[in-house]
T-cell receptor, first 108, second 114 residues
Framework: AQRVTQPEKLLSVFKGAPVELKCNYS??????LFWYVQYSRQRLQLLLR??SRESIKGFTADLNKGETSFHLKKPFAQEEDSAMYYC??????????FGTGTRLTVIP | NAGVTQTPKFQVLKTGQSMTLQCAQD?????MSWYRQDPGMGLRLIHY???????DQGEVPNGYNVSRSTTEDFPLRLLSAAPSQTSVYFC?????????????FGPGTRLTVT
């Protein structure tokens, strides 16, 4: 069975400080992982997918198969990064399984 | 494109009432799904569909029915609402492009069952 774990429900950092949102997964197949973000009063939207290895809004995430992790990082947090972040794993049936989410607050 | 649309945005039901949450997408996506979002639980898959006429259960299907008569529409029916179904419901459709794929989410329906 698949599982996505986000150990931190809440994370607060100061503006300009580095931020890391943790995500660990468990999946028997070849994992495909995503980070989704939900800003206040907005719909969920894709932030990053590990396949594309891109940086979006300064965020990066590297898939570490040895540690079964997909942590989201940004070197300098901005106030507009405050949001709910979800790590997700997609299965062969195209179903997304989400972690429980981390609410990031960037303190001015 | 309107993307994924959901109606209503808010709904209050009494225990035992039934209702249908509407979801539509205009991107010609084959795959559609319904999630519920609860504090501390993340998003959990209720039902999904891989194409018109085909539906299947997700993690938490009990108390919900779906149908997929067209590619565009994927309504979610609550047969007899219970307070445990108080949640925010999101519909999503799956797009494919450049070798990978992205789920597009609707704006959500906030449901309260009293």
């Amino acid at each position: 069975a698949q599982r996505v774990t986000q150990p931190e429900k809440l994370l607060s950092v100061f503006k300009g400080a580095p931020v890391e949102l943790k995500c660990n997964y468990s999946y028997s197949g070849s994992p495909e992982l995503f980070w989704y973000v939900q800003y206040s009063r907005q719909r969920l939207q894709l932030l990053l997918r590990h396949i594309s290895r891109e940086s979006i809004k300064g965020f990066t995430a590297d898939l570490n198969k040895g540690e079964t992790s997909f942590h989201l990082k940004k070197p300098f947090a901005q106030e507009e990064d405050s949001a709910m972040y979800y790590c997700a794993l997609i299965t062969g049936a195209n179903n997304l399984f989400f972690g429980t989410g981390t609410r990031l607050t960037v303190i001015p | 494109n309107a993307g994924v649309t959901q109606t209503p945005k808010f709904q209050v039901l009494k225990t035992g009432q039934s209702m249908t949450l509407q979801c539509a997408q205009d991107m010609n996506h084959e795959y559609m799904s319904w999630y519920r979002q609860d504090p501390g639980m993340g998003l959990r898959l209720i039902h999904y569909s891989v194409g018109a006429g085909i539906t299947d259960q997700g993690e938490v299907p009990n108390g919900y029915n779906v149908s997929r008569s067209t590619t565009e529409d994927f309504p979610l029916r609550l047969l007899s609402a219970a307070p445990s179904q108080t949640s925010v419901y999101f519909c999503a459709s799956l797009g494919r492009g450049r070798g990978d794929y992205e789920q597009y989410f609707g704006p959500g329906t906030r449901l309260t069952v009293t």
